[in-house]
């Protein structure tokens, strides 16, 4: 039986971070998973470092959209008929926290942390050799309306409070940063300060090197054999039992079905998103990730190809992939970007772990001694993974950590 001083289940973006966060403190660190390093919903994402986040996704506001939704015409979102009573009040308390006041709050809330995204990648890709991956070349949003511009009117007054640049531009102005976008849009606002990398996976993978470089060992294992013997957690591995004083669960969407065993209950939902990689037409090319705003995808410059990513669809995590939106929004994303041939023929489903007030737990499980929590980051795990192991770190050392951890608190939901 082996012993570390702590343990982290999971090696998603966040868990590797976290691992990495705590072995550069010198502690002795197991990170374990049952998959490869990175390999889950760290591997699919779009790849942008939103620091500049202001307000989370809402549930929609409008009747057309709801309508929309419903009949399975949205391109933005989906959803399985069978799963809609078991998420409803899941779906309730999102409607509740995308009231306008509670939207405000949360942009409030949420900034200390967000705000140090890209700096906390920094740190951590320039120690791992992984400053290749990143792109400082902002994200921009288009919209194709009006009306769906001039909503934006609250997030430009927010963003000014904040300090946070942006730049409203027209067509003609968009397409100098993008000039192989089409005109098909009328507005566009770049957000010069977000960052994006090529290779998600990439980085999780040299964040985990660095961890091992710095004496922290990765075991395969199933997080689910986690119990209490004395006082310290154990967890079975390929290569033996592991025992640590203090243990964090970074288990992603599956992190509640863990918790659960322990009589921990989280209101954890996921929005699951696809992703598929196309390449371009002629010399059509990217320098950094788009959003079609209405019709609700990504369109991402990977080392893949042109990587294409969905919005939410509410349905069991583990249900089979049903790609509808593809169908419904390629014809939108051909008419916006010369897409060519899909590049590797397959359809990549992974699922965001949500939680109805959009903010992850980040801190102590109350109840159970040693035991710290560091999930529910939604649509924003790869943009805080680096910040979330800084401040689980800091949490574990005792000192005053870096940002008021209280919005992250799990206690929210007792
Ligand atoms: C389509 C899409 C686009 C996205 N775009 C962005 C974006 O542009 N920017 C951004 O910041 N975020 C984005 N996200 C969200 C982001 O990908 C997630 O928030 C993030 O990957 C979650 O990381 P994680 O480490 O918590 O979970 P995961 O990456 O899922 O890691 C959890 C790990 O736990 C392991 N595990 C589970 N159960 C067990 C078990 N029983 N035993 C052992 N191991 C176990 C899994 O194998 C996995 O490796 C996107 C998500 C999707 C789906």
């Avoid at 939704?69 to 391109?75: C, D, G, H, M, P």
Wanted: with cysteine; proline share 7%; glycine share 10%.
């Amino acid at each position: 039986m082996a012993r570390t001083d702590a343990m982290v289940l999971g090696a998603g973006v966040v868990g590797t971070s976290v691992a990495l966060h705590l072995a550069r403190r010198g502690m002795s660190v197991a990170l374990i998973d049952r998959t490869g390093v990175g390999e889950q919903t760290s591997y699919g994402n779009a790849g942008i470092i939103e620091g500049n986040t202001i307000f989370p996704p809402a549930f929609p506001s409008d009747i057309g959209s709801l309508v929309r939704i419903l009949f399975k015409q949205a391109t933005e979102a989906n959803y399985h008929l069978s799963f809609l009573p078991q998420v409803m009040p899941w779906l309730l308390a999102f409607r509740a926290a995308s009231q306008p006041k509670r939207l405000i709050e949360t942009a409030r809330l949420i900034r200390p942390l967000f705000s140090r995204a890209v700096v906390e990648h920094e740190t951590l890709m320039l120690e791992s050799g992984a400053t290749h991956y990143l792109r400082k070349t902002g994200w921009l949003k288009v919209y194709r309306g009006e009306n769906s511009f001039a909503a934006l009117a609250p997030e430009f007054e927010l963003a000014t409070k904040f300090g946070l640049p942006l730049q409203s531009l027209d067509t003609a102005k968009a397409q100098l940063l993008e000039p192989s976008l089409n005109p098909v849009f009328a507005h566009a606002v770049f957000w010069p300060e977000a960052a994006s990398v090529s290779n998600p996976l990439g980085v999780t993978r040299a964040y985990a090197a660095r961890f091992t470089a710095l004496g922290g060992v990765i075991l395969s294992g199933d997080a689910r054999s986690l119990h209490r013997t004395g006082n310290r957690w154990r967890v079975e591995t390929a290569e033996g039992a592991l025992d640590s004083a203090e243990c964090v669960v970074a288990l992603g969407p599956w992190s509640a079905d863990l918790l659960a065993t322990l009589g921990l209950n989280f209101p954890l939902a996921v929005k699951r998103g696809y992703h598929r990689h196309f390449r371009a037409q002629g010399n059509a090319g990217l320098a950094r990730p788009v959003l079609d705003a209405e019709v609700g995808y990504l369109v991402t410059p990977m080392e893949q190809g042109i990587r294409i990513t969905t919005g939410a669809e509410f349905a069991a995590r583990d249900a089979p992939p049903s790609p509808a939106q593809f169908e419904r929004l390629m014809p939108r994303a051909r008419e916006l970007f010369p897409l060519g041939e899909q590049a590797d023929g397959r359809t990549w489903l992974g699922s965001r772990p949500c939680f109805p007030d959009s903010r992850p737990v980040i801190g102590r499980a109350l109840g159970h001694s040693g035991l710290w929590l560091a999930f529910g980051h939604a649509h924003w795990g790869l943009t805080l993974g680096p910040a979330t192991g800084r401040l689980i770190a800091e949490l574990m050392a005792g000192g005053t950590p870096f940002c008021d951890p209280a919005p992250y608190r799990a206690e929210r939901f007792s």
